[in-house]
Structure formats: C-alpha cells, structure tokens
C-alpha cells in the first residue's frame, strides 16, 4: 500500500494515463479528496472521454466520510479510498489513523484528531452496558484539548490504552 498526498482539486489531481472506457477505448482519469466543513471527505474521479477529443467528463463521487479521508494505491496500483465516520469505536479510529492519518489533507488533520481523541476518551470512561452519557463529559474534554501537535496526538492514544489496560485487567 502506498498513500497518496497532496490531490485535493482537479488541478493537483492524481492521474492514470491508460484507463478502459468502454471493451476497447482508452482514457485518463484523475482522483482527488474533495472536502467540505458541514460534510466531510470524499473522493472525487473523472475520466476523459476518447470520443470527443479527449474533454473531461462530469466528475463521479463516494459518499462523505465526516472525520477522514485518504487516498492509497493496493498491491495491484489502483487507487484506492478510506473514510473515517462515526460508527466506529475509539480504537477503530485509532488504528485508522495510524493507518491512512498521514495522507488525510492537512485541512483535516485537526478534525481527525479531535475526533480520535474524543472517542477514545469517551471509551475508556465507559463500561459495557454503562448509559450512553457516560464518557461523555472526558470526550468533550478530549475534543476541546486536541491541537494539532502529533505529540499531543500520540500521548493521547498511549494515555487512553493505558486506561483501557487498567480497565479490563
């Protein structure tokens, strides 16, 4: 795997020189993160189309991830897309921004960190079967502290698993 930076326009857009359009035809096409402050992270795809002079064709997009995106090439070198959302747990999203944190736009690094940090706060101050408020005056906290400092980042993470550690032993 291989994360791919810096490709948030059309203009800064990654692009594969020979795409199949259609059983014989070929194209380009370009991928980019789109990102918007109420909605969040997605990729973004165009191709051009061989028909017509090589114009670039309406834009194609994924669904919104609200608190990270990234873009990464598989074993095989197609692009690829991961999306953080909410529905995931605090070590999830942990292991998610250990994962693709680095390729996610700096627009959003801050977001991605407040939202990890939060929800490992808010986890490591609950139990299984705890009412859902519980946690969540730690993840406020957590969500109000975070800065974008990646040392900030990484003790937050060693200071919940610890928590966590002393919590199921």
Known sequence: MQLLFNHVSPETAYVVADYPYGFRLRCSIRYWLEFKAKKGFRLMSQTTNPKAGNVWNKPKATTYSEFG???YLDAQGHVQFSGLSQYC???EAAAWREKYG???PEIGQLLLNKWVNAKLAYDANRKSGDPLVNGLAEARKAWVDTTLSAEDAEAA???AAD???RRTS
């Open 69 to 71: 995106g990234a873009m």
């Open 102 to 104: 680095a390729a996610v």
């Open 157 to 159: 993470i060693v200071e």
């Open 89 to 91: 747990s605090g070590a």
């Open 163 to 165: 928590k966590l550690d």
